[in-house]
């Protein structure tokens, strides 16, 4: 599949001045932060690897268990029990009831106003009504757009990633990373999840595949201090591109939110206009429990986009309907595998077809 396009490359940002540095600055009395730091991998090298997993692939069980069994229901022609089997396969695969029901409805107005008969042409228009809810696209962020990147990016261009634990958070940062520095970009990872110190540790591991920077601080540190400290790193090194991890403890709700929102407000004193974009991570594998947490995180940290990881290890594919239909937000990524080269630019059309393939 294709993965991301060249693009230009913008003016850097406007220095800051100092205001705010000292809520970033290191304990008096303390050496200063220590600065994790790989060597840069030459991009060829990176590039070598053997092809990603396809999105056709990744969504076979989703496909084999539920969608699949789609067309040959159309062909049983248009009836009361067609949609009875419809709304059973959608809700079974985890497209959520709500969804669902506007789907079903929709089918249903279209073959009546339109007068359709033919199996083929109802199942044509399901299709598109699936492509249509997934082409949901507000415009929020600065740096991927329904077709793929905006021409120009701020630079550093600074990505904020969120999500709960377990969801495979630090492991997309490190794809995107590994993606990024194949296509000759300048990546620097911030460890902001400080409160595990399982999370500093793999972000480490994922910047030394990468062969990228990775800023880092010991474990209970302030993330706001680590942030700070990853926008001097990244301007300082003239990168393309931040990508900053964050803590994910949503059993404590309240609190998480309110910690980003502070990380927020750090990386705003120091790039107004950043964060550029806001990357939720959800795991495509817990269905309908994502929509919960997509929705916390999308109030608390207007999330721009969605990258639903582990898409291969789930047969409840159709989630992703219901994020884009309740959220409004448009899912960007989807992880197909599990090794770095493993991460898919998310192409509605593509996806509608491969899960509705015979």
């Known amino acids: 599949m294709r993965f991301f396009r060249k693009k230009k490359e913008a003016d850097g940002a406007p220095e800051e001045a100092a205001e705010g540095q000292e809520q970033a600055a290191a304990p008096e009395g303390r ?9 840069p991998a030459p991009a060829a090298a990176v590039e070598a690897t053997e092809a990603a997993v396809p999105v056709e692939e990744a969504v076979e069980r989703t496909r084999k268990t539920w969608f699949g069994r789609i067309g040959g ?4 022609g248009l009836n009361d029990q067609l949609w009875d089997e419809l709304e059973e396969t959608l809700i079974s695969a985890d497209t959520g009831v709500q969804t669902t029901l506007k789907i079903l409805n929709d089918l249903k107005d279209r073959v009546r106003k339109e007068s ?3 199996p083929d042409i109802a199942l044509g228009a399901l299709k ?10 507000r415009g929020q962020g600065r740096i991927w757009h329904s077709n793929g990147l905006h021409e120009e990016w701020p630079k550093p261009a600074v990505i904020l990633v969120v999500g709960v634990n377990g969801t495979g958070k630090t492991t997309s940062i490190g794809k995107l990373a590994h993606v990024y520095v194949a296509q000759g970009k300048k990546v620097v990872l911030a460890a902001g999840d ?3 110190a399982a999370a500093i540790e793999q972000l480490k591991q994922w910047g030394d595949k990468a ?3 990775v800023v880092a601080h010991q474990q209970g540190a302030d993330p706001g201090a680590v942030i700070f400290d990853a926008l001097q790193a990244a301007e300082t090194r003239s990168a393309d591109i931040l990508i900053i991890d964050t803590a994910g403890r949503l059993h404590t709700k309240a609190n998480l939110m309110d910690e980003l929102r502070k990380v927020n407000r750090v990386i705003q004193r120091k790039v107004p206009d950043a964060p550029h974009e806001v990357l939720l991570v959800l795991d495509a594998t817990t269905g309908q429990n994502a929509m919960p947490q997509a929705k916390y995180f999308t109030e608390a940290v207007g999330v721009t986009g969605i990258l639903l990881s582990k898409l291969d290890g789930t047969a409840k594919g159709g989630v992703v ?4 239909d309740q959220l409004g937000v448009p899912v960007r990524f989807v992880g197909t595998g599990e090794a770095p080269k493993d991460l898919a630019l998310f192409e509605p059309r593509e996806f509608v077809e491969a899960l509705l393939a015979p």
């Open 128 to 137: 598109e009504d699936l492509i249509s809810i997934l082409q949901v696209d």
């Open 116 to 118: 359709i008969k033919d």
């Open 73 to 76: 229901m159309f062909k049983r």
């Open 211 to 213: 062969g990228v920077d």
């Open 321 to 324: 309907f219901s994020v884009c």
């Open 31 to 39: 050496p200063p932060p220590a600065i994790a730091e790989a060597e």
């Open 194 to 196: 400080t409160f595990r």
